[in-house]
């Protein structure tokens, strides 16, 4: 039997799978709260502790799902380090996270993890929460930018980047309205251009998108 070859369309689906990974998390907060037997605007600090960890749980399972899928069927190793970066790179990709910090402090009013600090405890487990929503992002990317490579046929572009826009940056608009949804556009291009800048790297680059994304 022919081999299939390995198209695309393929990665476009594996895109898409991990830009669903995202909706975990809507359908876990339809359900904790009937759990809880309280609206998610009552929650306790227990309450927002718990639904932190299941949705780490849930988005680390797709993660991993991915990466085992993609590594298997489609031969695409995302795990594996690409070259190191040069120092034209690193450069770039400093400037690039500078101003993506920059503009999270204008849009939070101040230096986000100032303006979100409730206490040690919710600080913990919130971080965590980012660590884990920093990797699918970066899958996202890492997928996008294979789609959008084969599909055009040239690199250097962040296809990844762009394509985190259209999906998780748009999805915003309609769940927290357009001054967020512009924002979260804005930042995915970013994201992209930091992953292209920094050799589609993957330990170098999950290590500053999620600093960024932290910050």
Same mark, same amino acid.
Request: a positive charge; glycine letters at 12%; hydrophobic letters at 55%.
């Given at each position: 039997?022919?081999?299939?070859?390995?198209?695309?369309? =393929?990665? +476009?689906? +594996?895109?898409?799978?991990?830009?669903?990974?995202?909706?975990?998390?809507?359908?876990?907060?339809?359900?904790?709260?009937?759990?809880?037997?309280?609206?998610?605007?009552?929650?306790?600090?227990?309450?927002?502790? #718990?639904?932190?960890?299941?949705?780490?749980?849930?988005?680390?399972?797709?993660?991993?799902?991915?990466?085992?899928?993609?590594?298997?069927?489609?031969?695409? =190793?995302?795990?594996?380090?690409?070259?190191?970066? =040069?120092? !034209? %790179?690193?450069?770039? $990709?400093?400037? #690039?996270?500078?101003?993506? #910090?920059?503009?999270?402090?204008?849009?939070?009013?101040?230096?986000?993890?100032?303006?979100?600090?409730?206490?040690?405890?919710?600080?913990?487990?919130?971080?965590?929460?980012?660590?884990?929503?920093?990797?699918?992002?970066?899958?996202?990317? $890492?997928? %996008?930018?294979?789609? %959008?490579?084969?599909? #055009? !046929?040239?690199?250097?572009?962040?296809?990844?980047?762009?394509?985190?826009? +259209?999906?998780?940056?748009?999805?915003?608009?309609?769940?927290? %309205?357009?001054?967020?949804?512009?924002? $979260?556009?804005?930042?995915?291009?970013?994201?992209?251009?930091?992953?292209?800048?920094? !050799?589609?790297?993957?330990?170098?680059?999950?290590?500053?998108? $999620?600093?960024?994304?932290?910050?």
């Amino acid at each position: 039997m022919e081999k299939k070859k390995i198209g695309a369309s =393929d990665y +476009l689906a +594996l895109g898409l799978y991990a830009f669903a990974g995202f909706g975990l998390e809507v359908v876990l907060a339809m359900v904790l709260p009937v759990l809880f037997g309280v609206g998610g605007s009552e929650y306790t600090l227990i309450h927002h502790c #718990i639904h932190w960890v299941l949705t780490c749980i849930l988005w680390g399972s797709m993660a991993l799902l991915l990466i085992n899928l993609s590594r298997k069927k489609y031969s695409f =190793d995302i795990m594996m380090l690409n070259e190191t970066p =040069d120092s !034209k %790179g690193w450069l770039l $990709a400093v400037v #690039i996270s500078a101003l993506a #910090i920059t503009a999270t402090t204008i849009v939070w009013g101040g230096f986000k993890p100032v303006q979100e600090y409730k206490g040690i405890v919710e600080l913990i487990f919130q971080n965590i929460y980012y660590l884990f929503e920093a990797g699918l992002i970066l899958l996202t990317i $890492a997928f %996008g930018q294979k789609f %959008g490579e084969i599909l #055009i !046929k040239r690199g250097g572009l962040p296809y990844g980047g762009i394509f985190l826009a +259209l999906t998780w940056g748009l999805i915003h608009i309609l769940l927290q %309205g357009g001054q967020t949804g512009v924002y $979260a556009f804005f930042m995915s291009i970013l994201y992209g251009l930091i992953y292209i800048m920094l !050799k589609k790297n993957i330990r170098y680059s999950y290590i500053m998108i $999620a600093i960024v994304f932290i910050l």
